[in-house]
């Protein structure tokens, strides 16, 4: 599915609305989408990040993605590795412009800042996967971000071509229907941990659970989906999403007591 006429068969603009991943979950279940039908707008009013996190928008200057999954082929029937095989998609969409990282679980980062954050939502009946939504919110041509997100960019930003957002949603679009092709779970997970972000590198890092600060470098994904860091005394320590976060600015050691 890599031809124009099928990407726009799968792919419509949607104007403005409140969630494309909204529309995406609407319309599976009024029967109106099925398997790899998308949507995409630069006219977003409510979108969403990670953990409840409001995605911010300057209104027709970035796109929001949504595309329905009903079908998980071979390795993909893993919720982890279906995760990592659609963060690596966005992330291979998004590289033709410049190197590019993935920060666990799905923000993709130029450098140490995010241009572009998915949202995977899913449903299950019984035991099984009914149907999955993956958002992606990509920032095209913010000029100014808020001071309560220091750590974001956009293209305008990093001074690139900014294109449109039906030429970004085709992109997006094509590139995770390569990626479901996909056969080999090794290939899958190989690909996530080369374009981790920060790879062996320090961090300052806080534990969620208990209100600590602490450093460690990321060095893997163990099978579970969870981050393995690297303690500076050689240790290991997994830890689930919402459990830790990143800390990119300055911070002492008082902050942990």
């Known amino acids: 599915m890599n031809n124009s006429s099928t990407v726009r068969k799968f792919l419509k603009y949607a104007g403005k609305c409140q969630s494309t991943n909204l529309l995406i979950k609407e319309g599976y279940r009024s029967g109106r ?40 082929p071979g390795p993909f029937s893993d919720p982890v590795l279906l995760n990592m095989g659609l963060a690596v ?18 923000d993709i980062m130029f450098q140490d800042r995010k241009l572009a954050g998915i949202l995977i939502e899913s449903s299950t009946k019984g035991n099984q996967p009914e149907f999955l939504v993956m958002g992606v919110g990509l920032n095209v041509g913010t000029r100014h971000f808020p001071s309560f ?19 970004w949603a085709a ?18 997970r190989s690909s996530y941990v080369k374009q981790l972000y920060s790879w062996g590198v320090y961090r300052v890092f806080r534990d969620l659970r208990k209100n600590v600060y602490f450093t460690a470098a990321p060095i893997d994904i163990d099978d579970q989906g969870r981050l393995v860091l690297q303690l500076p005394d050689g240790g290991r320590e997994a830890f689930r999403h919402g459990e830790t976060e990143w800390l990119f600015g300055p911070w002492s050691k008082e902050e942990s007591t």
């Open 33 to 72: 989408l099925t398997h790899v039908d998308a949507v995409y707008t630069d006219l977003q009013e409510a979108g969403r990040g990670q953990r409840g996190k409001t995605w911010y928008e300057e209104e027709g200057r970035n796109l929001a993605f949504s595309i329905l999954l009903t079908k998980f």
């Open 89 to 106: 998609a966005v992330h291979e969409a998004l590289s033709v412009v410049a190197p590019l990282k993935i920060k666990w679980p799905n």
């Open 149 to 167: 997100l220091p750590g974001a960019c956009s293209l305008h930003t990093m001074g690139l071509e900014e294109g449109d957002a039906a030429t």
């Open 171 to 188: 992109r997006l679009y094509e590139s995770v229907l390569r990626k479901l092709s996909e056969k080999r779970a090794e290939d899958i």
